[in-house]
């Protein structure tokens, strides 16, 4: 059984920075896609970022690039989402996910790619 579980996630002026982390059990991260979704109120889910551990790729939203970094620690099963310069349109529950990957990097566009979710843990950006 796969677990997902975010934490670091809290309230921050804007401009302030959070650390979210992603600890799994139950794998390893080869051949994965990793990703951190956000869905605000009112809002559609949105992918934040996501990276293809095998290759090492990452993709950012347009929103979040230049501020955003994603990584991993392998020997810890953790992944992080380094968010710095935050704005209060970051304000949103943020929630980590991932699924295995045989076919490359670019499945990890799909979103049938993402099987196991953590419970998310809430941003809340104030201005």
């Known amino acids: 059984q796969v677990h997902l579980v975010e934490s670091g996630g809290g309230s921050v002026q804007a401009g302030g920075s959070l650390r979210l982390s992603c600890a799994s059990s139950?794998?390893?991260?080869?051949?994965?896609?990793l990703g951190w979704f956000r869905q605000a109120p009112g809002k559609e889910r949105e992918r934040v970022a996501h990276?293809?551990?095998?290759?090492?790729?990452?993709y950012f939203a347009d929103s979040v690039k230049g501020r955003f970094t994603i990584s991993q620690d392998n020997a810890k099963n953790t992944m992080y989402l380094q968010m710095n310069s935050l704005r209060p349109d970051d304000t949103a529950m943020y929630y980590c996910a991932a699924g295995p990957n045989a076919h490359g990097a670019a499945y990890c566009w799909i979103s049938g790619a993402y099987i196991y979710w953590g419970q998310g843990t809430q941003v809340t950006v104030s201005s």
């Open positions: 139950g794998y390893t991260y080869s051949n994965y896609c």
């Open positions: 990276i293809f551990t095998a290759g090492g790729n990452t």
